[in-house]
């Protein structure tokens, strides 16, 4: 099977190209590559949560899970140009897009970070995210994704909720099961094309 989106280091050559698209009512000129998530259009499950999410706090510090292109921090920055737009991923070429797309579009509250270094340096600071909006990689299969989630869901504040859509077919309904068995207050807040838009609450219990 040939790498996917959520390699560190894709291999093959970028491929760029440039986009129009409208994200959360607002029309942006992206950059995109091959190896990176949805390279040729806004998916449909970031579609769905980006229609149904309420609009984000005015300040704090936001987070794009996941960022890709980023097409949520883009989304977060317009709603929301007031507060701290955080946009992670394990993908340096994805890293690296976000950041360029923040600069074409003028946000300069984005900061693109690989994930690992992030969570690392947010926890070393003893930071938390305030709101988490994210299309997570489910395909990295449950291990990976539940010690994803586990890590960045603790690193919400106590009035930190974060925001996932997560098709129906892919495990949505087991993923919120799972979340309510580890302490998160967990809803289904809305469904649509096959898609679940869950809305988690901190953990009862901080990680140590």
């Known amino acids: 099977m040939s790498e996917h989106y959520f390699t560190a280091s894709p291999a093959g050559p970028a491929e760029e190209r440039e986009h129009s698209f409208v994200i959360r009512g607002t029309r942006h000129t992206v950059t995109t590559a091959s190896g990176v998530f949805s390279a040729d259009r806004l998916d449909k499950g970031t579609q769905v949560l980006l229609d149904r999410v309420p609009d984000p706090p005015e ?17 977060l920055a317009d709603a929301a140009p007031g ?26 509250n984005i900061h693109a970070a690989e994930a690992t270094a992030l969570a690392a340096e947010l926890k070393g600071s003893g930071a938390y995210v305030d709101l988490i909006w994210s299309n997570p990689p ?4 449950k291990a990976a994704l539940h010690e994803m989630l586990l890590t960045w869901l603790g690193l919400l ?21 799972w979340l ?15 898609f679940r838009v ?3 609450g901190r953990p009862d219990m901080r990680a140590a």
Not at 157 to 177: I, T
């Open 138 to 141: 489910v395909r990295i299969g």
């Open 198 to 200: 869950l809305r988690v």
């Open 157 to 177: 504040s106590d009035d930190g909720e974060a925001w996932l859509v997560v098709s129906r077919n892919l495990g949505a309904d087991s993923l919120m099961k």
């Open 59 to 75: 300040s704090g510090l936001l987070l794009d899970l996941g960022c890709g292109w980023g097409p949520i921090a883009l989304a």
């Open 180 to 194: 309510a068995a580890q302490g998160h207050d967990v809803e289904r807040a809305t469904s649509s094309k096959g």
């Open 83 to 108: 507060a701290t737009v955080l946009a992670a991923d394990v993908n340096e070429r994805a890293v690296d897009l976000a950041a360029r797309n923040a600069t074409a579009a003028g946000h300069a």
